[in-house]
């Protein structure tokens, strides 16, 4: 029994050692050494992580480009492919909540790369789905149930990426400094949700050309490669926080000047000081007005925005895809379908880009009125991909047609990716405390994907729906702009709230 317990002891002790957050060092002396250690390691840090979380995109996006073919390839249709997604959004959201949690205590150099490999695998583990349907022993249920397991297994790991990103930024960047880090890191999934939408015909093309045997697998293949390699290289690039390894605070460093704080704010912090984490993250987050005011408004985003990254190309690709023959559905996809998905995420980088510049300059510093504006534009874009899309559209010209649903497209994900940036990340953590700012991503996230979820649940019912009654997709396109609209007006009682006092200087 004491041999028992002694290992039980020992493993948890390995556990703890290997994924929990490691102890502060005594700090190095040298100035010189010190400056040069922080440049290293900010440059590795950020450049690994943006690249970890833009291939963690291609991966996550390898599905919704496998859709079109799902159909006819496996039987799996619209309806069971938002069932998937509406699961995997589910889980993906509480993970971020859960994994924030634990990333504000636990390894980003050992945890992050971890995670990431565990994503690319389940996600790969997806993609033996079509060898199941051809053993002929499997039932349809069997087979959806299947992909509902694996790609939320990944969903969860995937979740657990941001969380040791947002803690990364918090740790190595400085407040003066940390919106546009911040801004340029979140364009790495913009980047990554282009490049998949760009890669993934031409690589399953070239999978299936050469290897023969395998359909869907070939969308899979190569993402679940590159997570694999990028894993490797985060256990050698990547750190925790500066005090882990010897270097002074990032604040410390930048000499930052924060704003006075009066005599209760004093008292609050002297408090805090004595609280469990658990006690703070109730405190500034489970019943903090404004988190469940943010939450909100991020619900609404993540509806919008899932539908234009998830459901444009299905759209899009309507009925086109009507052979039996995988190679023939690959060479009859509209190229200009594929082009015009890629749009959100295109110009939506630029939207993440200059979301910072666009609430400090033209907004003067007022989160709300950037993310009003922003969700209140992008609901009066989906009018513009309707008239550029429907058959049933007022215009005529195919050219003027195809300029109006790019520059729409386009338009909608720029607008939108300013509330997903700001939300869900500046103004989540500026509204709590540093100690559960992962948390606070987390949570937001959370509500997020939540919306995520209901919107790949509702797509996946009503497009084919939408689409044989109407002859286009406005059913949804309704649902989006109105959703929208809500999150605008939400907006409005956060109007002039600003940051807590540790964020400004």
């Known amino acids: 029994m004491g041999n028992a317990v002694t290992v039980d002891t020992e493993k948890k002790t390995l556990w703890k050692r290997v994924f929990s957050e490691p102890p502060a060092k005594p700090v190095i002396e040298s100035k ?22 833009a291939i963690a995109y291609i991966s996550r ?17 619209s309806k069971d492919q938002g069932l998937i997604l509406s699961i995997a959004a589910l889980v993906y959201g509480i993970g971020r909540f859960v994994n924030g949690s634990i990333a ?9 790369p971890v995670s990431m490999f565990l994503a690319g695998l389940f996600s790969v583990g997806t ?26 297994v990944s969903s969860w790991f995937q979740s657990a990426l941001f969380p040791y990103c947002a803690k990364s930024l918090i740790r190595w960047f400085p407040n003066a400094t940390r919106t546009t880090w911040w801004a340029n890191f979140s364009t790495s999934h913009e980047l990554g949700s282009v490049l998949v939408v760009l890669m993934s015909l031409p690589i399953a093309r070239c999978t299936h050309a050469l290897l023969g045997r395998y359909e869907l697998e070939s969308f899979f293949f190569v993402p679940f490669l590159f997570s694999s390699a990028i894993a490797i290289i985060g256990f050698f690039a990547l750190q925790d926080r500066p005090t882990s390894i010897g270097l002074p605070d990032v604040e410390e460093i930048c000499e930052t000047n924060f704003a006075e704080l009066t005599e209760e704010e004093r008292e609050e912090r002297s408090l805090e000081e004595n609280l469990t ?27 919008f925005r899932t539908g234009c990254i998830s459901w444009i190309f299905k759209i899009l690709v309507g009925t086109q895809t009507k052979s039996q023959s995988f190679s023939d559905m690959l060479g009859n996809v509209d190229h200009l379908a594929a082009l015009k998905s890629a749009m959100p995420t ?29 969700l209140s534009i992008a609901a009066c874009a989906v009018f513009g991909f309707w008239l550029g899309s429907s058959v049933h559209s007022p215009i005529i010209n195919p050219s003027l047609k195809n300029v109006i649903a790019f520059s729409s497209l386009g338009i909608a994900g720029f607008t939108i990716n300013i509330p997903q940036l700001l939300v869900g990340g500046i103004c989540a953590v500026e ?53 929208a609209l ?15 006092k540790e964020y400004s200087h």
């Open 486 to 500: 809500l999150g605008a007006i939400s907006c409005i009682p956060l109007w002039n709230v600003g940051a807590r």
């Open 32 to 53: 010189d050494e010190i400056r040069k250690k922080y440049a290293f390691w900010r440059n590795s840090i950020f450049i690994t992580s943006y690249l970890l979380y």
């Open 277 to 303: 984490y658990f006690q703070i993250l109730k405190k500034h987050i489970l019943r903090n007005k404004v988190m469940w005011n943010l939450a909100f408004i991020y619900f609404c985003v993540y509806i």
């Open 346 to 374: 295109v110009v939506g980088s630029l939207g993440i880009f200059l979301a910072p510049i666009i609430s400090e300059k033209l907004f003067g510093g007022r989160r709300a009125a950037a993310n009003f504006w922003g």
């Open 127 to 152: 993609a033996l789905a079509p060898f199941l349907v051809h053993t002929g022993k499997w039932t349809h249920n069997m087979v959806v149930t299947y992909m509902c397991l694996f790609w939320g």
């Open 61 to 77: 996006g390898s599905f919704t480009m496998a859709m079109p073919f799902m159909s006819q390839s496996i039987g799996v249709s």
């Open 104 to 112: 504000d205590r636990g390894n980003v150099k050992t945890s992050l």
């Open 431 to 483: 509204s709590t405390s540093k100690k559960v700012a992962a948390a606070a991503t987390g949570f937001a996230s959370l509500s997020g994907y939540i919306g995520s979820s209901l919107s790949n649940l509702v797509s996946g019912s009503a497009v084919d729906y939408s689409l044989k009654k109407f002859g286009d997709a406005r059913v949804l396109l309704i649902c989006w702009g109105s959703i």
